[in-house]
């Protein structure tokens, strides 16, 4: 399936591939840790365009393009495998842009648009993931800065970024969602400890701990309290760049050229199968056009979002797995991609949001049943 792009929108389209074409090699969208200097070069050079700011408005530096220019140069950068969009010309800048004041604009948006610092997102703790208005870390007012200490963990990134973007209880524990408070804390100053989490993908993530961590007050973007409004607006404004499709395209290419290799290309079941798990693909295609379609048009787009979610992860899942019953297990001790496609997705279900959350989502949201939230 291939969105109705405008002439301008496919010209982007080809000067995104033409570029793209240099970094085939690059392979950051699933070892982003492991590749972490050219994954920056990469993100410099993505700057160097005025790419990483292609959505963002003219008067905050960008190139005032609109959600389907992201959504292309996001969807390009996973099909080839290159690397999955940055925290920091996302979710922080447009929240920066909408609430933080006229000197943090000037402050951290041109490092952020030119790919010169980067970002990891502080929200998950050992209590609070799914429900984050449980969060426990805690920034106390002391004169100019804020006093933070607690734990945040499962913290993508931290050990390459430079800030992380620290949700904290300013409020009472019992005020939940409402005392709640974002931060932008340098993971490199005194206090900040990040020790690694070995993932089953040979990647990590990571444990962030922060011990009478000192945050200058000028850190705070939006009022303190106010992070929960701030945080769900920022994340519906990226959703139509998380779960592109193009990377289930690629890893679908990847199990016709194994069925191929294997002798299997007329074989009934297995073209039963491939051809199954292509409709899927078009599903999760169809899926994330909606997001798109919804992010455009400034409506809500969290049941879209939900929906994409759980399509995209579970035909991530279903690839990896008909490649072991079309190529039997040799694959696993081969090491072939699919064999990582295999260990990598079984968290796709997870992080972003557990698909359980996200049914809850639709349920409620989009098909009205009522029920805890
Ligand atoms: C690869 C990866 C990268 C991540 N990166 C980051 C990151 O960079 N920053 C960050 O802050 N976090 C990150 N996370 C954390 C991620 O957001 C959480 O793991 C996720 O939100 C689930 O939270 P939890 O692990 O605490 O599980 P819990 O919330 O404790 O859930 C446990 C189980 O209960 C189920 N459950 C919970 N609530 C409900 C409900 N209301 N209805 C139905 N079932 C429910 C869940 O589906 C799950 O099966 C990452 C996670 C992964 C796997």
Known sequence: MT????????????????????????????????????????????????????????????????????????????????????????????????????????????????????????????????????????????????????????????????????????????????????????LHASGVRVAPLPTLDDEQLNEVTLDEVQVPVENRIGLENGAWKMMNEALAVERHVQFPPGRVRRDLEDLVELVRMRGLASDPHARIVVADLAVEVQEAEMHALRVLEAVEKGRSSAVEAAANKISHTQVCQRIARAAFELGGVDILVRGTSLEFLWRQSTWETIGGGTSEVMRGVVARQGLGLAGRR
């Open 3 to 186: 969105p109705d792009l405008s002439a301008e929108e496919r010209a982007f389209q080809n000067e995104v591939r033409s570029f793209l074409a240099d970094w085939r090699d690059l392979d950051g969208f699933h070892f982003q840790g492991r590749r972490w200097p050219r994954v920056k070069e990469f993100f410099r050079a993505v700057g160097r365009r005025g790419w990483l700011a292609v959505g963002w408005p003219q008067d905050a530096g960008g190139l005032g393009k609109g959600p389907a220019h992201e959504f292309i140069l996001w969807d390009e950068c996973a099909y080839g495998r290159i690397a999955r969009p940055p925290l920091g010309a996302g979710i922080v800048a447009k929240t920066i842009i909408r609430y933080g004041t006229d000197a943090q604009r000037e402050r951290w948006l041109p490092l952020i648009r030119s790919g010169e610092i980067h970002f990891s997102l502080g929200y998950s703790e050992p209590e609070a993931g799914s429900d984050l208005s449980s969060v426990r870390t805690r920034a106390e007012r002391r004169g100019d800065a804020y006093i933070v200490q607690g734990q945040k963990c499962w913290t993508s990134y931290a050990q390459d970024s430079d800030f992380l973007w620290l949700l904290c209880r300013t409020g009472a524990q019992e005020s939940r969602g409402e005392g709640l408070t974002l931060l932008i804390v340098d």
